[in-house]
């Protein structure tokens, strides 16, 4: 969500970006709740799992800055922020997903 906030702004799209903040506010306090539900042996996996998502944000952001150099004219660094984290977000899911299927 937070990646998208540049491309509204730079797109002139104020109340999409209300409605994306308003939406950010609703999520963080959703977060807030669930960590407070969560177990201790449970939080104490929350750093490694944050760790891999950044490696898999890294990733995203090398995998699409090699695909818009090779394939696309230059984009905004707008749009290229907002594709390199989805692409980390999906790298994150799939590889959790995977790791899990192996154990």
Known sequence: MLSALPRYAAGGHESRQTLLLIA???VASAAVLQWRMLSVTARQGLPKLIMRLAVMMVF????M???HALFTDWISWQVFISHAATAGL???AVSLWWFRREE
């Open 24 to 26: 950010l506010v609703f």
């Open 60 to 63: 995203g952001a090398l995998a």
């Open 65 to 67: 800055g090699s695909w």
């Open 90 to 92: 999906l790298l994150h």
